[in-house]
C-alpha cells in the first residue's frame, strides 16, 4: 500500500475518526495511532504495532530491534504468544531484507524451539499457528530442528500447509464453528492476510484469497447496522456488554471490522483510541487484500429483503466439525434484521457464548437490539452470557417467530462435558434446580412503548414491534440491580427485561415497518385482530401475522440419552401456511453453507449477487477460480 507509506515521517491529522469517508482513509488513521507506539516483548499485538510503524517507515530500527528480540525473554522451555505468531510471520515476509544476517538468525533460533507451531486449540488459534508455522518454514527451508528439535523445515511446512488447506477447503463445505464471532471473527482474517500477503505457493495464496472472500462475504450478509445477527458461537462477551460506554470491554474487535469495511452501514461510532483486542483492526488496515464492491453492497443492505439460511459445523480438529451443529435463518428488511434458527446440541460440547436470537433495528441508538432466552448455561446468575439453552426452541418466516421454552426441574446431562473450565461448572451449579423463566431484554432507549391485550408494543422511528408473553410477565426496569452477581457491565443498566416465569412459555414476535402501516397505533390495531391459539398440553403455538401468513411451532422434545458422540435436535416442528417447513439435507450433508437471493455457497462455489455486480468463487478443482462482472 505505497499511499500509506510516509518516508517524511510527518504525522498525519484527522479531526475525528467519525470524518474518514473511505476505507483507504480509516486504514490511514489506524496506522496513524501507532506512530512512536513502543513494542512489548512476547505480545499479543505487538506484530500489528511493528507493522503500521514499518508502514509508516520501513527503515524503522526501533521496530526490527524489538521483532529481533521479540521473545528473548521467554524460557528456553516456553512457547510464544500464539497471537503473535502470524504477525511475526508476516513482519519477516515484508520487511525481509530489513534484518541482517545475525538479526534473522537470532529470531529465527527462538522460533524453532516452540513445541506448539503445528498444535491446534481453538479454531483461530489453530490458523494463526499453521499460517506462522508455514511461512517460517518457508523462509528458512533448510533448517532442522523446529519443534523443539523434532522437524525439518520440509516436514513442518508441508504439515502446516495440509492442515491449513484442509480447514480452508472445509469453509467451502460446511462453515467453521466460530465463523462469526464478534470476538474471534477477525481473528479469522488476520492469518490469511498474512497467507495472502507472503505466501509463494500459487494454491496457498489463492485458498487464503478464497478463505477471506468467504468470511467477508458472511460477515456482511450476517451483520446490520453494526451487529451481527445470530444465531452466534463464541459471542464473547455478548454484544450488551461488547460496546464503547462499557469500560471492561476490551473487544470490540468485529466493530471495527465493520466500521473499517463499511463505515456509512453502523450506528457504531469508533472511538478516538484503540485498546486491547481492538488493535487486530490493524492488520485489516495493512493489508493489500480488500474485499470487493459486492461485498460492501451486501454490507450496506443493498439487497434486502431477503431470507438467508446457513450452516454452521460443530468444532473438530483441522475442519473435521460435524456438519450442521446449527442451521441459521436470518431475515433482512432495509430497517430491521432477525435471526433465529436450531442446533443439534451436543451434551459434551461447548456452549455457554452462543446467541440463539437477535432483533435488530434501524436507530441511532447505541443499543439497538432485542434477546430473548432461558439462561441455562448461567443458571447462577440470569446473566447475559450465553444465550441458548436446550430448553428453548424458535420458529421463524421473515418477520415473525415464535419461541417455546419447556424447562425441567433438573438439568438432564449434569455433568457431562470436559472435566476442566468454567463452562461446565456453570450450567450444572443449578443442575437439580433450573431457572425456570423465560427473559426478553429491550433497550430502555426505545422511542414508544405500551401494552395492551397482551401484547407489548414496542416502535424504535419507524420499526413497529410486537411481543406477545405467552404467560404472565412483569417488566423488570432494574434487572442489572435486582438479580445478585448478573452486573458484568454499566450497560446492562440500559436494559429492560421482560420476565416469565413458568416452565412452558412462549414470545410471539411480529415485526411491521411505517411503509407498511401509515401509524403505529394502525399497527397494533391489526395485530390485535389476528388469531392467535396456544395448546399447552402439546405446547404448540399458532399465530397469523399483519402479512397475513400463519406459522405454526409445535414443542419437539429433546433425547435425553443420547450416548457420547450424537447430538439432540432441537428443532419445533414448524409449518407455514400449512406447509412443513423441512430440514435442508444439504445443509445436514456439508453440500452448503448458506442460500439466499444475493448470495449462496453451494456444491463449493460461492456466488455472490448485487446491484454492483456478480462474484464466483469456484473451489470444486484443486484451485479455486474466481471470475466477477460490474453490475
Known amino acids: 500500500m505505497p499511499h500509506l507509506v510516509n518516508p517524511l515521517q510527518v504525522p498525519i491529522s484527522f479531526a475525528s475518526a467519525q470524518d474518514l469517508s473511505t476505507m483507504e482513509e480509516r486504514a490511514a488513521w489506524l496506522i496513524e495511532q501507532y506512530r512512536d507506539e513502543s513494542i512489548k516483548p512476547n505480545a499479543k499485538h505487538g506484530p500489528a504495532v511493528a507493522l503500521a510503524r514499518l508502514s509508516l517507515n520501513p527503515d524503522d530500527d526501533y521496530v526490527i530491534d524489538r521483532i529481533t528480540h521479540y521473545y528473548d525473554e521467554l524460557s528456553t522451555v516456553s512457547n510464544g504468544e500464539q497471537f503473535s505468531y502470524y504477525g511475526i510471520a508476516w513482519v519477516l515476509g515484508k520487511y525481509w531484507d530489513k534484518f541482517t544476517p545475525a538479526q534473522l538468525d537470532h529470531l529465527k533460533n527462538r522460533l524453532k524451539g516452540f513445541s506448539d507451531l503445528l498444535a491446534h486449540g481453538t479454531e483461530n488459534h489453530a490458523i494463526m499457528k499453521g499460517v506462522g508455522a508455514y511461512l517460517f518454514a518457508q523462509y528458512w527451508p533448510n533448517e532442522s530442528g523446529w519443534v523443539r528439535g523434532k522437524k525439518t523445515s520440509a516436514e513442518v511446512m508441508e504439515t502446516a500447509r495440509q492442515q491449513l488447506l484442509a480447514v480452508m477447503k472445509s469453509l467451502y463445505d460446511k462453515g467453521y464453528a466460530e465463523d462469526l464471532s464478534p470476538t474471534y471473527a477477525p481473528v479469522h482474517l488476520a492469518p490469511y492476510y498474512a497467507l495472502y500477503e507472503c505466501a509463494k505457493d500459487p494454491e496457498i495464496k489463492a485458498a487464503a484469497d478464497a478463505a477471506l472472500h468467504y468470511h467477508l462475504a458472511n460477515i456482511a450478509a450476517n451483520h446490520y447496522e453494526g451487529v451481527t445477527i445470530p444465531p452466534v458461537n463464541r459471542d464473547k462477551p455478548s454484544r450488551i456488554e461488547n460496546t464503547n460506554t462499557s469500560k471492561e470491554s476490551k473487544n470490540l474487535n468485529i466493530s471495527w471490522i465493520h466500521w473499517f469495511y463499511w463505515a456509512d452501514a453502523q450506528n457504531w461510532r469508533a472511538p478516538s483510541k484503540l485498546r486491547g483486542n481492538d488493535n487486530r483492526i490493524t492488520y485489516s488496515a495493512v493489508t493489500s487484500w480488500r474485499p470487493p464492491i459486492v461485498i460492501e453492497s451486501l454490507a450496506k443492505g443493498e439487497t434486502a429483503p431477503y431470507e438467508l439460511t446457513a450452516s454452521v459445523p460443530d468444532f473438530g480438529l483441522w475442519g473435521n466439525g460435524l456438519p450442521a451443529n446449527s442451521i441459521r435463518y436470518i431475515y433482512r428488511n432495509k430497517l430491521y434484521a432477525m435471526g433465529s434458527g436450531f442446533f443439534q446440541y451436543d451434551p459434551w460440547g461447548y456452549y455457554i457464548f452462543y446467541t440463539a436470537f437477535r432483533l435488530i433495528y434501524k436507530s441511532p441508538d447505541l443499543y439497538n437490539f432485542l434477546e430473548c432466552y432461558h439462561p441455562y448455561w448461567r443458571s447462577d446468575d440470569r446473566s447475559w452470557r450465553g444465550l441458548n439453552s436446550p430448553f428453548q426452541q424458535w420458529a421463524q418466516h421473515e418477520s415473525t417467530a415464535i419461541a ?228
Open 404 to 631: 417455546l421454552f419447556n424447562i425441567p426441574t433438573a438439568d438432564p446431562w449434569v455433568g457431562l462435558g470436559r472435566p476442566r473450565g468454567d463452562w461446565q461448572r456453570l450450567r450444572d451449579y443449578h443442575s437439580d434446580q433450573l431457572i425456570q423463566e423465560a427473559l426478553l431484554s429491550y433497550p430502555k432507549s426505545i422511542d414508544q412503548k405500551t401494552e395492551a391485550n397482551g401484547w407489548i408494543f414496542l416502535r424504535e422511528g419507524d420499526v413497529y414491534i410486537a411481543i406477545r408473553p405467552l404467560n404472565t410477565y412483569t417488566i423488570d426496569t432494574n434487572y442489572s440491580l435486582s438479580v445478585e452477581d448478573v452486573v458484568y457491565s454499566k450497560a446492562l443498566e440500559e436494559f429492560n427485561v421482560i420476565r416469565s416465569a413458568f416452565a412452558k412459555n412462549g414470545f410471539v414476535f411480529d415485526i411491521a415497518t411505517k411503509g407498511e402501516f401509515d401509524s403505529f397505533e394502525a399497527f397494533q390495531a391489526a395485530v390485535g385482530k389476528n388469531p392467535l391459539a396456544v395448546d399447552w398440553d402439546q405446547l404448540q403455538v399458532t399465530y397469523t401475522n399483519v402479512k397475513g401468513d400463519t406459522l405454526t411451532a409445535k414443542w419437539n422434545p429433546p433425547n435425553y440419552n443420547v450416548p457420547e458422540g450424537e447430538r439432540v435436535l432441537v428443532r419445533p416442528a414448524i409449518t407455514v401456511n400449512g406447509v412443513v417447513v423441512q430440514i435442508d439435507n444439504d445443509f445436514i450433508n456439508a453440500k452448503a453453507v448458506m442460500k439466499s437471493p444475493s448470495v449462496k455457497l453451494v456444491n463449493r462455489i460461492l456466488r455472490i449477487k448485487t446491484p454492483t455486480g456478480k462474484l464466483k468463487v469456484n473451489w470444486r478443482r484443486r484451485l479455486p477460480k474466481f471470475s466477477k462482472s460490474q453490475g
